[in-house]
T-cell receptor
Framework: AQSVAQPEDQVNVAEGNPLTVKCTYSVSGNPYLFWYVQYPNRGLQFLLKYITGDNLVKGSYGFEAEFNKSQTSFHLKKPSALVSDSALYFCAVRAPGNNRLAFGKGNQVVVIP | GAVVSQHPSWVICKSGTSVKIECRSLDFQATTMFWYRQFPKQSLMLMATSNEGSKATYEQGVEKDKFLINHASLTLSTLTVTSAHPEDSSFYIC??????????????FGPGTRLTVL
């Protein structure tokens, strides 16, 4: 079985401050990990992924995420949040050989001007 | 990145009618596409996996006779909601994955279709 936990419902951060969105996962074997962002009434946009290699992954719009195998985490980070980063963020995991993505419940990020 | 389109972006229909939603991968071929349903402020619920040239694989609890999926080509999958009822009102999102089944390729998502059944 594969699953993702995003423990917080909403993350509030002031514009210009660091943004962190937490994600932990459960999967058999080495995971494929993904972050997506969703704006209102839109589909999901791909931000970044971890497959193998360097634990720090850099993605679109200045986002990055760090894979931590011992803590089974893949937290999303941005050094300086923008108001336009306000959106719904989804973490997802897939085990190698598995066809399906398992999504977390999503985190609403609110960046306060 | 790869682009996935959906049509229509929104549709309003009367109860009892059928609605077809198209999902296209515009700049890549996708042997596998996925259909999701999303309720307000909730995560995506996988409905079915659409495989080009073969029958779709439905998730438990999803009625295959109600949600007909056809994946006739490597760039097009369709979802038909048959005899729609108000409880079928939802946001439907498709996605297509780069690369082969089970591989590390990311999924790219369409913009979604808002279905409202009156």
């Amino acid at each position: 079985a594969q699953s993702v936990a995003q423990p917080e419902d909403q993350v509030n951060v002031a514009e210009g401050n660091p943004l962190t969105v937490k994600c932990t996962y459960s999967v058999s074997g080495n995971p494929y990990l993904f972050w997506y962002v969703q704006y209102p009434n839109r589909g999901l946009q791909f931000l970044l992924k971890y497959i193998t290699g360097d634990n720090l992954v850099k993605g679109s719009y200045g986002f990055e995420a760090e894979f931590n195998k011992s803590q089974t985490s893949f937290h999303l980070k941005k050094p300086s949040a923008l108001v336009s980063d306000s959106a719904l963020y989804f973490c997802a995991v897939r085990a190698p050989g598995n066809n399906r993505l398992a999504f977390g419940k999503g985190n609403q990020v609110v960046v306060i001007p | 990145g790869a682009v996935v389109s959906q049509h229509p972006s929104w549709v309003i229909c009367k109860s009892g009618t059928s609605v077809k939603i198209e999902c296209r991968s515009l700049d890549f071929q996708a042997t596998t596409m996925f259909w999701y349903r999303q309720f307000p402020k909730q995560s995506l619920m996988l409905m079915a996996t659409s495989n080009e040239g073969s029958k779709a694989t439905y998730e438990q609890g999803v009625e295959k006779d109600k949600f007909l999926i056809n994946h006739a080509s490597l760039t097009l999958s369709t979802l038909t909601v048959t005899s729609a009822h108000p409880e079928d009102s939802s946001f439907y999102i498709c996605s297509a994955r780069l690369g082969g089944s089970g591989g590390p390729g990311e999924q790219f998502f369409g913009p979604g279709t808002r279905l409202t059944v009156l």
